[in-house]
């Protein structure tokens, strides 16, 4: 079970990629098929929220230690720590906006089915960036 929380992808990222790249790939991919699932809760059933919850809580929840990782193995030490403060910048940002553009979706479109497929293309195009951020990934910064 620690594989699926941040310190257990922290440290299978850091055991076995040489690129972060890959992991952070493998956590959008998830997130988008548990976004998917969430979505297919109305029609499967109850049974696939706790599914959709664990998946998302295991994904997207989870980036966090294999982008802060990504900073200490791949940024030189003396930008690291503004290299740190953008990515949270950004996660900080997202956290703050997401649910009040979430609420104004399902409030427009009268669908949560919607607003959740915005989340899952939005997980899509952060696998689409990692996995061009992993093919032209050259190795650690100098």
Known sequence: MS???????GSWGDRTSRS???PLMWLAVGAVLA????????????????????????????WNAIGMLAIV??????????ASGRVLLGFYVG??????AFGFVVDRTGSYTVAWVGVGVLF???AVVAWRWRSSDTGPAA
């Open 3 to 9: 594989t699926i929380s941040s310190p257990g992808w």
């Open 20 to 22: 972060l790249a890959t």
């Open 35 to 62: 976004t998917g699932i969430l979505i297919s809760a109305d029609a499967g059933g109850a049974l696939l929220l706790p599914v959709a919850a664990v998946g998302l809580g295991s994904t997207a929840v989870a």
């Open 73 to 82: 193995r791949d940024v030189a030490p003396g930008i690291s720590g503004a």
């Open 95 to 100: 956290l703050l906006s997401s649910p009040v």
């Open 124 to 126: 899509a195009v952060g």
